[in-house]
């Protein structure tokens, strides 16, 4: 059973840089063909995907964001993150890890989410 459990400051300032972590046991972040994502739900409106760091790597970032996204691994503790920079109280939201398997439309496993929320 995989599991996915996100982690990081629930409140971050304007302008500011939201650093995130998810951490993945019950199976590597390097199998193949697995893909694992960064998806956020602000209050009131749906999800959105943020971006993914395939099993080889190479990231993708919704190009609404790519300008202040990063997604970054530790394979040594089964570890991916994400930093958004620049946030705005925009970025309020319940940010999600999650993974999806190469070819399939739905992510299968998710964390429970983490609120983070982007105030003075």
């Known amino acids: 059973q995989v599991q996915l459990q996100e982690s990081g400051p629930g409140l971050v300032k304007p302008s500011q840089t939201l650093s995130l972590t998810c951490t993945v046991s019950?199976?590597?972040?390097?199998?193949?063909?697995?893909?694992w994502s960064w998806i956020r739900q602000p209050p009131g409106k749906g999800l959105e995907w943020i971006g993914y760091m395939a099993y080889s790597g190479r990231t993708y970032y919704s190009p609404s964001l790519k300008s202040r996204t990063s997604i970054s691994r530790d394979t040594s503790n089964n570890q991916f993150s994400l930093q958004l920079s620049s946030v705005t109280p925009e970025d309020t939201a319940v940010y999600y890890c999650a993974r999806a398997e190469g070819g399939a439309e739905e992510h299968d496993y998710w964390g429970q989410g983490t609120q983070v929320t982007v105030s003075s």
């Open positions: 019950g199976g590597s972040i390097t199998t193949n063909y697995y893909y």
